[in-house]
């Protein structure tokens, strides 16, 4: 279902995820999807996985544990696979509820789910209900989601107990609100909820609107097969495909939102690039589309590790000098730079070393480290800006 238009009906494996279309119901509707003829089985299964929780989330096995459940897509069948993201869900066979029925803007959520994970009080789970927004959200954080007078609100809770990643991914927001402006990124702010810290940013979309991932929106341009996205990481040539993807779809000035999202991985170092953080989201009763803000700021400002100490890299600064320009030195001059004042971020270094500084989990060495890394990095963009 999208909304109460009936798209395909459906078989899956609650195990496995893997989905087999019986009927498609809505062609075209369908086709908007990618959801062909030689590829829809394969398409399908991959849209119920990522309505899932992550295989990656640490509290995944106490979460199937508690609701006695086989998988995480287990769980979201049994609450319609509902999502704040867009209007797909599940109706059962021989079910008469409508989208008013099940959407979580016109109806309530059981807030329990949200505040036994917060807490880490799983056994109150199995009094929750499954039917809501943090089953079909992804990502591998502990999270919920909260609603008050103000709006709807992603609460994830910090890994490390001084909440050192948060650290970084509030200084993503900040850098984002000082060069970007308004309207052009998601604001984070950093909050204590239960005794743990975490953060907290806005939904990013009205009830009218969805977003649509880097895989759907190269279905929708016939180019479902693509490997652009492919690796977790950005480079020219992805950003080069998403400036001509959002120009398919009607999106004006591509080059600089794209400029903008690739300039933001190159100065706060964000290397967790991959189809669930870029997209673009459509008004629905208009189908007209807009460039999505930028919105995850995981691992921002922090050293990718593959498995190596932190304090190795304190330790041997030539060679993160070394992986930043190898892995954050693509960006193209022949995008739009218009926008690009770096001035705005004169003296951003000093707020990068205060940020870490406090963070007891971290080698002593790593606040200078960043900093100068950021330094180093500003310098690039400038010479690309200036061409």
Known sequence: MQGDQELVDFDVDPVTGKA???????????????????????FLSMLVLRRAISPLRSDKDDILAAFGARSPVDIVLMGH???????????????TEGWKD?????????????EA????????????????PEVTTSGHAVKAWERNGEGIYLVKAAEYPDGAELAG???????CSLLFGEGHFIPLDVVERSGRPCSVSPLMLAPDEELANGNRLCAIVDAWESPVFAGGGMRAETCDALVD????????????HVARRACFACLALFSDFNVGNVGAIRKISTDVWRAAPIFDYDGAFGIPLDGTPLSYYCENPVLVNLFCA???SFLDPSWDWSWCDMRKL???EDAVKDAFASCQSLPPAFADLVSRVFVAQRDYVKEIVQG
């Open 169 to 175: 991914a509030k200084l993503g927001a900040e850098l």
């Open 245 to 256: 993807i959002y120009t398919a779809i009607g999106i004006e000035d591509a080059s600089s």
């Open 102 to 114: 099940v959407n979580f803007h016109d109806n309530a959520w059981d807030p329990s789910f949200g």
């Open 81 to 95: 696979g509902v999502s704040l993201t867009d209007q797909l869900w599940y109706r059962s066979p021989g079910s």
């Open 117 to 132: 994970v917060l807490t880490g009080d799983y056994a109150h789970l199995a009094d929750a209900s499954p039917n809501v």
């Open 326 to 328: 190898q892995r954050f």
């Open 20 to 42: 087999h279309i019986v009927n498609v119901l809505n062609s075209s509707l369908a086709s908007s999807f990618g959801l062909t003829q030689e590829n829809s089985d394969r």
């Open 346 to 348: 004169e003296g951003f």
